[in-house]
């Protein structure tokens, strides 16, 4: 064997594995979805972080190996609409919707078929975008794999809230937000909000599926760029999220996603009133202009 040869060959390797990973996000997509309609969707949402990790996974290693290409790319969008749109999508429909006073019927599958199509939507204009060579300092739009993010935290959460390991003798005596101070590894605050939320869950499902397909920009970590002095301070900052993470994993899920989903709104809205203040004040002058 030549050494083009077998430099060819080590490229090939190279090439199939960011691909392991992206096809390893779409089989904890399909997983879940499985186990989803068996009703296990704790175990459901625990794979599809699993798809979210793969997803971290192959486009850096595409990144570093300097291996990315068209396939890949197209091969990621269609596993992050299998595990990030269509699973949490069924997930919520067999959960929630379905169950839900008001949803139940046409109007649950309606709103489950509206964030899948805005998952779609949301990765045909990344893919368009970047096939163009549009480059953006921000995510335009909710990315998905957030998206599905704040679903499945809100499942692992809402899984604490309906266990709590406390003899049913204690349930009598303490409230759910006790009883989860009590288990050392739920946030009460957070554990007592579970029920409103789950009912809240169809008007959040749809706010993301707008986020999704919206203008407003949410942070890529992707094209940060810091000095060593901030990298130091981001560094300890991981190191205690995961540490928290390790301690409180279900409600350090469900603040991570959902205050990133709030993030792009908080930082947007400044930006839309300056914008609106701006036309107006240039409408203002071109009518006075016209006045003279």
């Known amino acids: 064997m030549t050494p083009l040869s077998k430099k060819h060959d080590l490229k090939k390797g190279i090439y199939i594995l960011p691909s392991i990973f992206t096809c390893g996000n779409m089989t904890f997509g399909f997983l879940s979805m499985l186990l989803s309609v068996r009703g296990h969707f704790t175990t459901a949402a625990w794979f599809i972080v699993g798809g979210i990790v793969c997803d971290m996974l192959d486009g850096r290693i595409a ?57 779609a939507l949301r990765l045909a204009k990344f893919n368009a975008e970047a096939a163009d060579g549009v480059v953006h300092s921000s995510f335009q739009g909710l990315p998905t794999p957030a998206s599905a993010g704040v679903i499945i935290s809100f499942v692992l959460s809402h899984d604490l809230w309906l266990n709590l390991n406390a003899p049913a003798e204690l349930f009598e005596k303490y409230s759910p937000a006790e009883l989860a101070a009590l288990n050392f590894r739920t946030i009460p605050i957070l554990i007592n909000a579970m029920p409103k939320l789950f009912l809240a869950m169809p008007i959040v499902m749809i706010i993301l599926s707008f986020l ?81």
Request: aromatic share 14%; proline share 4%; glycine share 6%.
């Open 212 to 292: 999704m397909v919206s203008p407003v920009p949410y942070l890529s970590f992707k094209t940060m760029r810091v000095s060593k002095f901030v990298a130091l301070r981001l560094f300890v900052l991981i190191i205690i999220l995961v540490l928290l993470i390790v301690v409180f994993p279900q409600n350090i899920f469900f603040l991570i996603f959902f205050g990133y989903a709030l993030s792009g709104i908080i930082f947007f809205i400044p930006v839309l009133l300056k914008k609106r203040r701006r036309n107006a004040n240039y409408s203002n002058g071109y009518d006075e202009h016209d006045k003279h």
């Open 63 to 119: 990144r570093l190996t300097k291996t990315t290409s068209e396939f890949g790319v197209q091969l990621d969008s269609l596993s992050d609409l299998v595990s990030f749109g269509i699973a949490p999508a069924m997930m919520m429909y067999e959960l929630v919707l379905k169950n839900h006073d008001i949803t139940r019927g046409k109007l649950g599958i309606a709103i489950a078929v509206l964030f899948v199509l805005c998952s």
